[in-house]
């Protein structure tokens, strides 16, 4: 149980162009979903909070015109890259919360591999 | 969140016990203690995670001291697959966010 998936696990894209990466609870209802993204060598970095049908939250420095967010339903959270640019290249990963066993605890996905030329 | 700190790496042999600690010495009384690793290109595992009380699952167990500034995460008999980066966070349960440092850097050897 307390499965996430993340679809595409790899994306390479031309510069300028927009990149949707999808996340999903797949046997839960995710309250919550969270999204982070890490660079070579580094930690994960908290980009936005998104919780079922409402806006997402942005950690500081994150641009929300850029980094579209959208958590339709309790399965399903959606993070588009506008405008991407080679700066933007990084591994984007999600992760659900909901009350799959424990709603204490956040699973993760597989992570997003993104290459911007 | 309260910070928590743990060494930058360190190794173990396989088949041997692996006992990785963690500093939380601000932590509140409303934090958990959250384990998770991260295996080279993957997103991150959830391990454990207690408040106060001993924790032990089929990965590993939790050991909290009395006072919650430290702890303890055991892989009772490493196997290779554990080489990975352990990551401690010290967060308020449901729907708060999980602040990762730079964590421990677990190698297991032959």
């Known amino acids: 149980g307390a499965v996430v998936s993340q679809h595409p696990s790899w994306v390479i894209c031309k510069s300028g162009t927009s990149v949707k990466i999808e996340c999903r609870s797949l046997?839960?209802?995710?309250?919550?979903m969270f999204w982070y993204r890490q660079f070579p060598k580094q930690s994960l970095m908290l980009m936005a909070t998104?919780?079922?049908?409402?806006?997402?939250?942005?950690e500081q420095g994150v641009e929300k015109d850029k980094f579209l967010i959208n958590h339709a339903s309790l399965t399903l959270s959606t993070l588009t890259v506008t405008s991407a640019h080679p700066e933007d290249s990084s591994f984007y990963i999600c992760?659900?919360?909901?009350?799959?066993?424990?709603?204490?605890?956040?699973?993760f996905g597989p992570g997003t591999r993104l290459l911007v030329l | 969140d309260a910070k928590t700190t743990q060494p930058p790496s360190m190794d173990c042999a396989e088949g041997r016990a692996a006992n990785l600690p963690c500093n939380h010495s601000?932590?509140?009384?409303?934090?958990?203690v959250y384990w998770y690793r991260q295996i080279h290109s993957q997103g991150p595992q959830y391990i454990i995670h207690g408040l106060k009380n001993n924790e032990t699952n089929e990965m590993a167990s939790l050991i909290i001291t009395e006072d919650r500034k430290s702890s303890t995460l055991i892989l009772p008999h490493a196997t290779l697959r554990d080489t990975a980066v352990y990551y401690c966070i010290a967060s308020k349960a449901a729907g708060n966010k999980l602040t990762f440092g730079g964590g421990t850097r677990v190698l297991v050897k032959p």
């Open positions: 601000t932590i509140s009384g409303n934090e958990y």
């Open positions: 992760s659900a919360q909901g009350t799959s066993g424990s709603e204490e605890t956040q699973y």
């Open positions: 998104s919780n079922e049908g409402s806006k997402a939250t942005y």
């Open positions: 046997d839960f209802q995710a309250t919550t």
